[in-house]
């Protein structure tokens, strides 16, 4: 282990140990911080929903293996983060949960993270499938796996607030519906 | 570890006990589902379906009383929103306690997220769609009397209950598995019920709604004489994970008797 990784696992610890996580029962009733699956990030850290609590959150999900969609829900969650002056959109974080349990490993997250140009404001997360159904289950997203390792899925973008209520949602890809647009302007 | 799952895990190393839930084998095989398995969604892809146990009956009131008992994040008026509608165990006195006369009745009002909590808590999970399809399929006699019509009367039959008839106890005869009440008591809850979105029209099923769904878009019945399953589709997959419904409840699955699910 160099110094610097070293340095980047205590602070990445540290940051564990010392976050501000709400117990589950703090948060309110319908926020999505409510659940507790297991995510583990483009990076290989373990996190949870409730690490993104503080300011907005883009949620969809996705699968690398995916060649018509999903680069468009890239592309959108990108957009309608875009909206927003330099300055601001840097609060909106971003997090892309694969339904891909298997084929999405942490480094696969990573090369599809750089593909998409991802910055730091990026999450792009993996969980065991039960974890997978869960977080899809809480947000609304439908989702099966084809025999071909291919998924059917639904490609809804959902907006968060600092407390992980869903404060918009959209499903229209390759464009921003004015209704996330409002709700981003006014949270970020 | 997360104390849901440490409970699962004990709950696991403590089944085979007398308190633990009554759980029949079933063998799996190749088995030809009403809803596409394959790539393309108008063909049929028989697939095959592992062995796996599942509960003989769908949890009861009794059942589900005691796990609230032992968990108190899940008793009425302590679940979040985000978890389970206002109607979260509606019919219940109070928090702890159920109707009367319904102990042996089937557990309803509960959501995805609560019913899969239970089973959790007894070191199972909640079966698959096709989990449940296969095992539906039996009867007393046959482990698949689908093709037969009257098997699909009976379940029609069911359907044609009015629903303000009380629920009768879970109990019935059982099938050539051992499994009970998959038909006609309540409708059950499946891990997997947002994977069957199907497309509101099934003549529309070669033009899939690419807009919504990436992939091959929206699934249709290939079965289409089979409304018995077709209802059960409908119904699922027009549930969100916090919605309960008066005849909805669940039982649970695991890999094998005793065994990770």
Same mark, same amino acid.
């Not at chain 1, 282990?1 to 501000?20: E, G, S, W």
């Not at chain 1, 583990?40 to 850290?45: A, E, M, P, S, T």
């Not at chain 2, 309803?108 to 999970?125: H, I, L, N, Q, Y």
């Given at each position: 282990?160099?110094?610097?990784?070293?340095?980047?696992?205590?602070?990445?610890?540290?940051?564990?140990?010392?976050?501000?996580?709400?117990?589950?029962?703090?948060?309110?009733?319908?926020?999505?911080?409510?659940?507790?699956?297991?995510?583990?990030?483009?990076?290989?850290?373990?996190?949870?929903?409730?690490?993104?609590?503080?300011?907005?959150?883009?949620?969809?999900?996705?699968?690398?293996?995916?060649?018509?969609?999903?680069?468009?829900?890239?592309?959108?969650?990108?957009?309608?983060?875009?909206?927003?002056?330099?300055?601001?959109?840097?609060?909106?974080?971003?997090?892309?949960?694969?339904?891909?349990?298997?084929?999405?490993?942490?480094?696969?997250?990573?090369?599809?993270?750089?593909?998409?140009?991802?910055?730091?404001?990026?999450?792009?997360?993996?969980?065991?499938?039960?974890?997978?159904?869960?977080?899809?289950?809480?947000?609304?997203?439908?989702?099966?796996?084809?025999?071909?390792?291919?998924?059917?899925?639904?490609?809804?973008?959902?907006?968060?607030?600092?407390?992980?209520?869903?404060?918009?949602?959209?499903?229209?890809?390759?464009?921003?519906?004015?209704?996330?647009?409002?709700?981003?302007?006014?949270?970020? | 570890?997360?104390? #849901?799952?440490?409970?699962?895990?004990?709950?696991?190393?403590?089944?085979?006990?007398?308190?633990?839930?009554?759980?029949?084998?079933?063998?799996?095989? #190749?088995? &030809?589902?009403?809803?596409?398995?394959?790539?393309?969604?108008?063909?049929?892809? !028989?697939?095959?379906?592992?062995?796996?146990?599942?509960?003989?009956?769908?949890?009861?009131?009794?059942?589900?009383?005691?796990?609230?008992? !032992?968990?108190?994040?899940?008793?009425?008026? %302590?679940?979040?929103?985000?978890?389970?509608?206002?109607?979260?165990?509606?019919?219940?006195?109070?928090?702890?306690?159920?109707?009367?006369?319904?102990?042996?009745?089937?557990?309803? &009002?509960?959501?995805?997220?609560?019913?899969? %909590?239970?089973?959790?808590?007894?070191? %199972?999970?909640?079966? !698959?769609?096709?989990?449940?399809?296969?095992?539906?399929?039996?009867?007393?006699?046959?482990?698949?009397?689908?093709?037969?019509?009257?098997?699909?009367?009976?379940?029609?039959?069911?359907?044609?209950?009015?629903?303000?008839?009380?629920?009768?106890?879970?109990?019935?005869?059982?099938?050539?598995?051992?499994?009970?009440?998959?038909?006609?008591?309540?409708?059950?809850?499946?891990?997997?019920?947002?994977?069957?979105?199907?497309?509101?029209?099934?003549?529309?099923?070669?033009?899939? &709604?690419?807009?919504?769904?990436?992939?091959?878009? %929206?699934?249709?019945?290939?079965?289409?004489?089979?409304?018995?399953?077709?209802?059960?589709?409908?119904?699922?997959?027009?549930?969100?994970?916090? &919605? !309960?419904?008066?005849?909805?409840?669940?039982?649970?699955?695991?890999?094998?008797?005793?065994?990770?699910?």
């Amino acid at each position: 282990m160099t110094h610097l990784d070293r340095r980047t696992a205590l602070v990445a610890l540290a940051a564990t140990v010392l976050a501000p996580a709400a117990p589950a029962a703090d948060w309110p009733g319908d926020s999505l911080y409510r659940i507790a699956p297991r995510l583990v990030d483009q990076d290989g850290r373990a996190f949870g929903l409730a690490d993104l609590a503080g300011g907005p959150v883009l949620v969809s999900m996705f699968y690398s293996g995916c060649e018509m969609v999903c680069p468009l829900i890239f592309e959108t969650v990108a957009l309608a983060r875009n909206v927003l002056p330099a300055g601001r959109r840097e609060r909106v974080r971003v997090l892309m949960v694969s339904f891909d349990s298997e084929r999405d490993t942490v480094a696969q997250l990573k090369r599809t993270a750089e593909a998409h140009h991802c910055d730091a404001g990026w999450t792009l997360a993996r969980a065991a499938a039960p974890d997978v159904r869960l977080v899809a289950a809480a947000l609304g997203i439908q989702y099966r796996r084809l025999p071909s390792g291919a998924f059917n899925h639904s490609s809804d973008i959902v907006l968060l607030d600092g407390l992980g209520r869903i404060t918009a949602r959209s499903a229209r890809l390759g464009e921003v519906e004015p209704a996330l647009a409002t709700a981003l302007a006014r949270l970020a | 570890m997360h104390p #849901r799952r440490l409970a699962a895990a004990l709950g696991l190393a403590l089944s085979g006990l007398a308190q633990a839930a009554d759980y029949a084998s079933l063998p799996g095989g #190749r088995f &030809d589902s009403a809803l596409p398995q394959g790539d393309a969604p108008d063909a049929v892809v !028989t697939v095959g379906v592992a062995p796996f146990a599942l509960r003989r009956t769908p949890v009861t009131v009794a059942e589900y009383a005691r796990f609230v008992e !032992t968990h108190p994040e899940w008793r009425r008026g %302590a679940v979040p929103a985000l978890l389970a509608d206002a109607r979260y165990l509606v019919g219940w006195r109070g928090p702890l306690e159920p109707p009367p006369g319904a102990a042996a009745r089937p557990v309803v &009002d509960v959501s995805w997220f609560a019913a899969r %909590a239970f089973c959790e808590s007894e070191g %199972a999970r909640l079966p !698959t769609w096709l989990e449940w399809e296969y095992a539906a399929a039996a009867d007393e006699t046959r482990t698949d009397a689908r093709a037969d019509p009257a098997w699909r009367r009976r379940i029609l039959g069911w359907y044609e209950r009015p629903g303000s008839a009380a629920l009768p106890d879970v109990g019935g005869p059982p099938d050539v598995h051992g499994v009970s009440d998959l038909h006609g008591v309540v409708w059950e809850w499946v891990e997997d019920f947002n994977a069957l979105f199907i497309s509101g029209d099934s003549r529309t099923q070669g033009d899939p &709604d690419r807009a919504r769904f990436c992939g091959a878009g %929206a699934i249709g019945l290939l079965d289409r004489e089979n409304y018995a399953v077709l209802m059960r589709v409908a119904f699922l997959s027009s549930l969100g994970a916090a &919605d !309960t419904a008066g005849t909805l409840g669940f039982r649970c699955a695991r890999a094998q008797p005793g065994v990770s699910p």
